[in-house]
């Protein structure tokens, strides 16, 4: 079953609009949160790195004040995309560290797949 | 500096044995894991290594020699739905931060 969740799986939304990702996982506390964006046929690009009850570190080049992280929990983090433009649309996966039946391990989320009209 | 190196397609027949290699080179090294991602979906986990070795899970193993920045991800007994990339990736000691490689692209042909 699934280590990591993501919600919502699919967002369309109009340009200018706020859109919240919640990445979630399941059966171990994660330590560290990480936010990647795909854009097809490309690499997976680090956006940034959440660690629970502190500010995200944000990759060089990714505007922090558009793309809001917050690490409430051990098992959750969100990303909201502020004022989303055509530009940001592209698919978004979280992933989860932390240690999982005694191993330490990194899940990704199933992604969420954001189109900005 | 990191650098992470690894074929960029393969293709094998079905019922076939292939073997993806990766290099690395990083600064501080804490662990390597490889992934598997089908177009248009997320990585899925695979193996993680840290210590010299083989590890095997099933038709999947993966060997780590640090001392030689080097790993492989040795597929059997080839299916069909193994046609994905593999994402080979080592994490910094530093940050945990994954520095991927840039996938390598498996094709199974029947």
């Known amino acids: 079953g699934a280590v990591v969740s993501q919600h919502p799986s699919w967002v369309i939304c109009k340009s200018g609009t706020s859109v919240k990702i919640e990445c979630r996982s399941l059966d171990f506390q994660a330590t560290t949160m990480f936010w990647y964006r795909q854009f097809p046929k490309q690499s997976l690009m680090l956006m940034a790195t959440?660690?629970?009850?502190?500010?995200?570190?944000?990759e060089q080049g990714v505007e922090k004040d558009k793309f809001l992280i917050n690490h409430a929990s051990l098992t959750l983090s969100t990303l909201t995309v502020t004022s989303a433009h055509p530009e940001d649309s592209s698919f978004y996966i979280c992933?989860?560290?932390?240690?999982?039946?005694?191993?330490?391990?990194?899940?990704f989320g199933p992604g969420t797949r954001l189109l900005v009209l | 500096g990191q650098n992470i190196d690894q074929p960029t397609e393969m293709t094998a027949t079905e019922g076939a044995i292939v073997q993806i290699n990766c290099t690395y080179q990083?600064?501080?090294?804490?662990?390597l894991f490889w992934y598997q991602q089908h177009a248009g979906e997320a990585p899925t986990f695979l193996s993680y290594?840290?210590?010299?070795g083989l590890e095997e899970k099933g038709r999947f193993s993966s060997f780590l020699s640090r001392s030689k920045g080097y790993s492989y991800l040795l597929l059997k007994e080839l299916q069909m739905k193994d046609s994905a990339s593999y994402l080979c990736a080592v994490r910094d000691l530093n940050t945990d931060k994954l520095i991927f490689g840039t996938g390598t692209r498996l094709q199974v042909f029947p």
């Open positions: 290594n840290v210590l010299d």
């Open positions: 992933s989860a560290s932390g240690r999982r039946n005694a191993q330490e391990t990194q899940y």
């Open positions: 959440s660690n629970e009850g502190s500010k995200a570190t944000y």
């Open positions: 990083t600064s501080g090294f804490n662990g």
